[in-house]
């Protein structure tokens, strides 16, 4: 069973960074596309950011992040990272790590693995 465990969540003061990560347990974590997602209170999970498996040479973003979010990958780590600058009072929500073999799976937001979710709070 393939287990994501995120960290790095907090609370940070608008125009403030945090650095989300996510620990893939299972092996060969280079065969997965990964991707960020998000969900606050009272809306729909929403996608937030993709990278495409092996190297990652690829990567997507919503709209609402372009620019500000920076996502990366660490193979030999087996994590998955998501370097987020510039936060306002709109990124707060809980953040999730997903895991899939398709890429499309995860720009679509049906990917097969899911993590806890880390719950970032920006004041404003």
């Known amino acids: 069973q393939v287990q994501l465990v995120e960290s790095g969540g907090g609370l940070v003061q608008a125009g403030g960074s945090l650095r989300l990560s996510c620990v893939v347990s299972e092996r060969p974590f280079h065969l997965y596309a990964m991707g960020w997602f998000r969900q606050a209170s009272t809306k729909e999970r929403e996608f937030v950011a993709g990278i495409s498996r092996s190297g990652g040479t690829v990567t997507y973003y919503a709209d609402s992040v372009k620019g500000r979010f920076t996502i990366s990958r660490d193979n030999a780590k087996s994590t998955l990272y998501l370097q987020m600058n510039s936060l306002n009072a709109e990124d707060t929500a809980i953040y999730y790590c997903?895991?899939?073999?398709?890429?499309?799976?995860?720009?679509?937001?049906?990917?097969?693995?899911w993590g806890q979710g880390t719950q970032v709070t920006v004041s404003s």
């Open positions: 997903a895991a899939d073999f398709a890429t499309a799976s995860i720009t679509g937001g049906s990917p097969a693995y």
